[in-house]
């Protein structure tokens, strides 16, 4: 690592150098977009890291949402007629698939393919 770098690393905050490894490991990841550059009402294939995981209690219609963010941009992700979902936790790299809508300014995937890294 070369002086300069490891100056400018030492000058970061936390967020922003978390933010520089989320988007280094998630443009490591073949055949993906970033969530900045994904078009809406298209199938787009993604990579992120959860930042954020809420349920939603509805009697007999369960869901969970959860925030995953690239570097470049956010995706709110729902998964319909669920109550959990094993391995999903704050900070777990995940790689999805669905279609991308745009719902009020957010961008959102509704019940998409996923694995966990």
Do not use: Y
């Not at 073949?30 to 809406?40: A, H, M, Q, S």
């Not at 930042?51 to 949402?65: M, N, Y």
């Not at 698939?97 to 966990?116: T, Y």
């Amino acid at each position: 690592m070369g002086l300069a770098r490891f100056f400018r690393r030492m000058s970061q905050s936390d967020e922003a150098r978390l933010v520089d490894e989320v988007r280094v490991w998630a443009d490591s990841i073949p055949d993906t977009t970033r969530i900045g550059e994904c078009e809406r009402r298209r199938r787009a294939r993604v990579a992120g890291v959860v930042r954020r995981i809420t349920l939603h209690p509805l009697e007999g219609k369960d869901s969970i949402s959860a925030v995953v963010h690239d570097g470049t941009g956010e995706l709110t992700v729902v998964w319909s007629a669920r109550d959990r979902i094993s391995g999903l936790r704050l900070g777990t790299r995940v790689v999805l698939e669905g279609l991308v809508a745009d719902e009020r300014g957010i961008s959102r995937m509704v019940n998409p393919s996923f694995e966990f890294v």
